[in-house]
């Protein structure tokens, strides 16, 4: 029996496209960058040609494009790098209570050891409203962090409405886009955006690269002992692996659509399927398809997930396993209120274009199974 993977929210299987231009890379191409020897040069242009592809694909120029070590580096460097060096026009940072860990724990730091202050929006039926953001800004806010689609429940914020207000105000705004970059649309300067953060692991590119578009050079860099990255981010590219992301990333655009209706296809058959248990789902108006966050009463998640582990069948809580304990997820939390039985009831499933109709049928079948229905 082959094994079914449902937890493309935590990483998704490098793409083909992608392997064989880093194969490509690591066989051919073992400069460093920075070196002005032949070998050096050609990694050089190897690295400008992805830099140049990637800002084609997003919209915008390859002095904007830098590249990191992933999500978590793009948002403390963003957050940080920017805060730091505004600080003495204010102290005060905006962002939601369903942030990722690496944004809420980022601006904790900031908190704890330099004085910010945040306010944190909590969302009202399920979402976030520009709105909010709107009656948060103060004077001294010096920049608003959101992302733009939730990596537990799908939830879309209204990112182009808070791109719109703050073009009234001077706080800058990062949007931690790592959920949604590939699967829809995303040009950072249309939408108003200041500091995107992408990671490649999330739509069939390598673990342990990403990248953040910078509207400007005015944060701080974050690593320092080098001159890469226009001296925003010191250390050897990671060449091989920022080619294979760019690759992943430009197969996943040119099939966006095709994907996101596959997507929605297989959401549909599944949940008509599930028909005769008794589920809710966990999400606002404005979502993806590619995360489904769905409890069936009275069932615990922590045994749903073990079950469906043994069954072959690997999907998640959503919330970060600790030791193999389930936490309950903040998302959730934030959304229902840290006594709703959703906390102890609810798992993620999270799909991407590689996941079959076939697949799905198996889950419902599965949980039917197990649940009795």
Not at 167 to 184: E, F, L, R, S, T
Request: hydrophobic content about 40%.
């Amino acid at each position: 029996d082959s094994l079914i993977y449902l937890d493309n929210a935590a990483t998704t299987p490098m793409s083909a496209v992608a392997i064989s231009a880093m194969t490509k890379v690591m066989q051919e191409t073992h400069g460093n960058p920075s070196s002005i020897h032949g070998h050096g040069r050609q990694a050089g242009k190897l690295l400008r040609e992805a830099r140049q592809e990637l800002a084609q694909l997003l919209e915008t120029k390859p002095q904007h494009i830098f590249f990191t070590s992933g999500g978590t580096e793009g948002n403390n460097t963003a957050i940080i790098g920017y805060c730091l060096r505004h600080q003495e026009q204010g102290k005060h940072i905006i962002t939601t209570a369903i942030e990722h860990h690496a944004v809420l724990e980022t601006i904790d730091y900031l908190v704890q050891h330099f004085g910010f202050e945040v306010t944190i929006i909590q969302p009202k039926n399920q979402e976030i409203t520009a709105q909010q953001i709107q009656e948060a800004l103060r004077k001294d806010t010096i920049l608003v962090s959101t992302m733009f689609a939730n990596n537990e429940t799908g939830n879309l914020l209204p990112i182009a409405e808070i791109g719109q207000i703050l073009k009234q105000h001077p706080a800058a705004y990062h949007v931690d886009a790592v959920q949604a970059i590939g699967k829809i649309p995303i040009h950072p300067e249309e939408l108003g955006i200041d500091f995107l953060t992408a990671s490649a692991h999330k739509f069939h590119g390598p673990k342990g690269i990403g990248f953040l578009y910078a509207s400007s050079m005015d944060f701080d860099s974050y690593l320092h002992g080098g001159d890469q990255e226009q001296k925003k981010r010191a250390g050897t590219e990671n060449l091989a692996a920022i080619v294979g992301m760019v690759a992943a990333l430009k197969e996943d655009l040119e099939k966006q659509e095709e994907h996101f209706q596959h997507i929605q296809n297989l959401e549909t058959v599944f949940l008509a399927e599930l028909e005769g248990i008794q589920y809710y789902l966990n999400r606002g108006q404005h979502h993806l398809p590619y995360v489904l966050n769905i409890g069936f009463s009275s069932q615990k998640n922590d045994l749903l997930l073990l079950r469906l582990d043994l069954a072959g069948i690997s999907i998640s809580t959503g919330s970060a396993c600790t030791a193999g304990i389930v936490q309950s997820s903040h998302v959730l939390e934030a959304m229902y209120g840290a006594n709703s039985e959703r906390l102890k009831e609810s798992v993620r499933i999270s799909l991407s274009p590689e996941n079959t109709v076939e697949d799905l049928h198996t889950l419902a079948k599965t949980l039917k199974e197990i649940i009795g229905g």
